[in-house]
Nanobody
Framework: QVHLVESGGGLVQAGGSLRLSCAASGRTFSTYNMGWFRQAPGKEREFVAG????????YYGDSVKGRFTISTDNAKPTVYLQMNSLKPEDTAHYYC????????????WGQGTQVTVSS
């Protein structure tokens, strides 16, 4: 089992920045891959960013490329999502997720944190 707890959401003006954190526990951090998703009211859940341990490389959804950065701190263990140049359309509930390496399904989810970007 993997337990995920997000924090760092809030209200920010357009053009501002926020950093989300996701504290992970339950298993060795490097045994699963991490990701961030978001869901706005009335919209489908959208992939935001992910990190694959095997390649040690991040990957991003098209809507956030160049603005968001995913990173990890193995010692804590925590995964971060640095969000810069925020736009009102980034407003959503953001979720941290984890999946076993080599598995396509995101099995573990946190409860999420709300990000609201005002214009």
């Amino acid at each position: 089992q993997v337990h995920l707890v997000e924090s760092g959401g809030g209200l920010v003006q357009a053009g501002g920045s926020l950093r989300l954190s996701c504290a992970a526990s339950g298993r060795t951090f490097s045994t699963y891959n991490m990701g961030w998703f978001r869901q706005a009211p009335g919209k489908e859940r959208e992939f935001v960013a992910g990190f694959i341990w095997r390649t040690a490389r991040p990957y991003y959804g098209d809507s956030v490329k160049g603005r968001f950065t995913i990173s990890t701190d193995n010692a804590k263990p925590t995964v971060y999502l640095q969000m810069n140049s925020l736009k009102p359309e980034d407003t959503a509930h953001y979720y941290c997720a984890a999946r076993d390496q080599g598995v396509g399904v995101w099995t573990y989810w946190g409860q999420g944190t709300q990000v609201t970007v005002s214009s």
